[in-house]
């Protein structure tokens, strides 16, 4: 992996994560304090279950780095946090942190460096997801923890606000069709994790609520904004249901969003230097 920069251009005409959401004038930081903030509760308890102190930490596709400033105070002194981001431009420095620039479809580190490898909303947004899991998983320590988090869409495609439902869809199916994203990718979890022999599988659903000035409203409102010309480009959304919907949000409705699944699992101690998969999703 190389040294701190700032994020890669589309590579070979392949859509990216980054061709729809460019941390341009740090907007996208902010976006992503918001969705940090919704979930970073229950990922702190999640990871807390594992133990991390004096372990050896990697955050990849950390962006602001909220937990993996977190992490650095529940490794101590004797253990070590590596964030790691296409676009390092969101990591603000921080004495314990060890920052890396890499685009994680491509690069790489060497096997069994870290007693936990963690990912949270990465592999949702990138269409080489099998492939770059089955790589972060090479680089889990025999004995050491792989946790992992992505979306799944449990309760917006049931929402009783039209506006809010139709502004959602369009914008899951822009994703796809413009990064290459997967919003129900989480729910497939854990079974790419045992899959690939990883034991002591855990499972976790967290749905955070949707209400007046809560992070969530906030993350919609600013993904809406900044996606809404690109919505109406790839799915013909009626700009007026945006509209609605934005309207909706800075009043403040009370509705369910997005879902967010973890799944971890531990490295068998006597594995081979590389995870070999068991089996494959069907
Ligand atoms: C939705 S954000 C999640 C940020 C953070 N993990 C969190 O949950 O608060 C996805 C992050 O993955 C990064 N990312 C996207 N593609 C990447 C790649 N190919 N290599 C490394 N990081 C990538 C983005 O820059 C962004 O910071």
């Not at 955050?59 to 400033?69: E, H, N, W």
């Not at 460096?113 to 909303?121: G, I």
């Not at 004995?143 to 869809?169: C, H, I, K, N």
Request: net charge negative; aromatic share 6%.
């Amino acid at each position: 992996m190389t040294q701190p920069g700032t994020a890669a251009t589309t590579r070979n005409g392949q859509p990216r994560y980054d061709d729809l959401f460019r941390n341009v004038d740090q907007a996208e930081a902010r976006r992503l304090h918001a969705l940090a903030a919704a979930f970073d509760p229950a990922s702190r308890s999640h990871l807390s279950r594992l133990g991390v102190a004096g372990k050896q930490c990697l955050d990849v596709g950390a962006g602001p780095g909220t937990l993996s400033i977190w992490l650095t105070t529940q490794t101590g002194p004797s253990g070590g946090v590596h964030a790691v981001d296409v676009d390092t431009s969101m990591l603000a420095a921080h004495p314990e942190l060890t920052v890396l620039q890499s685009d994680v479809t491509s690069d790489s580190c060497a096997p069994g460096t870290f007693d936990l490898v963690h990912a949270r909303f990465l592999l949702t947004h990138l269409p080489e997801r099998a492939a770059v899991l089955r790589r972060m998983a090479t680089w889990v320590a025999p004995g050491g923890w792989l946790m992992v988090s992505d979306f799944a869409d449990l309760g917006t495609a049931s929402s009783p606000y039209a506006s809010y439902r139709e502004t959602l869809a369009a914008l899951f199916q822009t994703m796809a069709a413009t990064v290459g994203s997967d919003i129900n990718y989480g729910r497939t979890y854990p079974e790419p994790l045992a899959a690939l022999g990883f034991t002591d599988i855990g499972l976790a659903v967290d749905t955070p609520v949707l209400c007046p000035s809560s992070p969530m409203t906030v993350f919609w409102h600013a993904t809406i904004e900044r996606t809404r010309q690109h919505m109406t480009a790839v799915t013909g959304v009626d700009p007026a249901t945006v509209d609605t919907a934005l309207e909706l949000l800075t009043a403040g409705i009370w509705d369910l969003s997005v879902s967010m699944i973890t799944a971890w699992g531990r490295r068998p101690a006597h594995s081979p230097s590389s995870p070999t998969p068991t089996k494959t999703a069907g």
